[in-house]
């Protein structure tokens, strides 16, 4: 699996949109891009995941370079309850087994 | 709501005993589940994959023997902490993947904290 590189920690303001960068510059042609957050104490919850075109849900938006070497999660309106570590994972679709890294652990202040 | 569901959510167990963490899903059918393992302020570390009706397979420095992964039907996983020691205290979590749109989704439990003392 490729390995992603992200910012330990980042700061966002309530009601400003958050931009969480992802570098995966190993990533093969056939790999997945998924976001995860996990808010303290929880299991991981998924957000979104994405292979080369850009990606919108109700959670978030995933946008991917054309190249596919890195990639941005946007929160378009953070929230208190947004505040969590958020991981991003390049894997095979339907491989099932997510290797997580650092993550991002970001916190959004009122 | 939940989609993979743990019991128990915190356990406390004295040193030397075994402890059991089940893994639920609850409206699909899961043949491969995860467990991982957390500790305070540390990623998430995969420790085994565990197979429906056959053996787990384990990553590299975990011991088998130690962590016991049962996966006797399709919606339940079991891992047992056997002879439990304080350093094995941690945040034990599982997934499963479930069939949603364009491909699998990865689920994760609520997470089930294990305290040795």
């Known amino acids: 699996d490729a390995k992603t590189t992200q910012p330990p920690s980042m700061d966002c303001a309530e009601g400003r949109a958050a931009n969480l960068p992802c570098n995966h510059s190993?990533?093969?042609?056939?790999?997945?891009v998924y976001w995860y957050r996990q808010i303290h104490s929880q299991g991981p919850q998924y957000i979104i995941h994405?292979?080369?075109n850009n990606e919108t849900n109700e959670m978030a938006s995933l946008i991917i370079t054309e190249d596919r070497k890195s990639s941005t999660l946007i929160l378009p309106h953070a929230t208190l309850r947004d505040t969590a570590v958020y991981y991003c994972?390049?894997?095979?679709?339907?491989?099932?087994?997510?290797?997580f890294g650092t993550g991002t652990r970001l916190q959004v202040f009122p | 709501g939940a989609v993979v569901s743990q019991h128990p959510s915190r356990v406390i167990c004295k040193s030397g005993t075994s402890v059991k963490i089940e893994c639920r899903s609850l409206?699909?059918?899961?043949?491969?589940m995860f467990w991982y393992r957390q500790f305070p302020k540390q990623s998430l570390m995969l420790m085994a994959t565990?197979?429906?009706?056959?053996?787990?397979?384990?990553e590299q420095g975990v011991e088998k023997d130690k962590f016991l992964i049962n996966h006797a039907s399709l919606t339940l996983s079991t891992l047992t902490v056997t002879s439990a020691h304080p350093e094995d205290s941690s945040f034990y979590i599982c997934?499963?993947?479930?069939?949603?749109?364009?491909?699998?989704?990865?689920?994760f439990g609520e997470g089930s904290w294990l305290t040795v003392v």
């Open positions: 409206d699909f059918q899961a043949t491969t």
């Open positions: 565990s197979n429906e009706g056959s053996k787990a397979t384990y």
């Open positions: 994972i390049v894997s095979l679709l339907n491989t099932d087994k997510l290797i």
């Open positions: 190993t990533i093969s042609g056939n790999e997945y």
């Open positions: 994405g292979l080369k």
């Open positions: 997934s499963a993947s479930k069939p949603r749109g364009k491909g699998n989704t990865i689920y």
